[in-house]
């Protein structure tokens, strides 16, 4: 079983910062991608940003220079330092790991809020 918690959603106005956590338990590999995908009212879920198992990351082109993903492989936690804020950005965040090797799945976390006021 895998498990994903995350952490450190919240409102903020716009031009702030938060730091959002994910900690996973459960069978995870270093070779698994974890990364945060985003959710609005309305819209389609997306990915935001991801590190690979071979520390490859990769950013949305609206979180580029705002936005930072970071990993402790040893600790199986994922955190999404989020800057310079934006109404845009809000909605509901997502850790997901994806299983590259063997048969593809994914795992996801309940999800936590992220509001941003203009």
């Known amino acids: 079983q895998v498990q994903l918690v995350e952490s450190g959603g919240g409102l903020v106005q716009a031009g702030g910062s938060l730091r959002l956590s994910c900690l996973a338990s459960g069978s995870i590999f270093s070779f698994d991608t974890m990364g945060w995908y985003r959710q609005a009212p309305g819209k389609q879920r997306e990915l935001v940003a991801s590190?690979?198992?071979?520390?490859?990351?990769y950013y949305a082109d609206s979180v580029k220079g705002r936005f930072t993903i970071s990993r402790i492989y040893a600790k199986h936690t994922v955190y999404l330092q989020m800057n310079t804020l934006k109404p845009e950005d809000t909605g509901v965040y997502y850790c997901n790991v994806e299983r590259r090797r063997g048969p593809t799945v994914d795992y996801w976390g309940q999800g936590t809020q992220v509001t941003v006021s203009s």
């Open positions: 590190e690979s198992g071979d520390s490859i990351t």
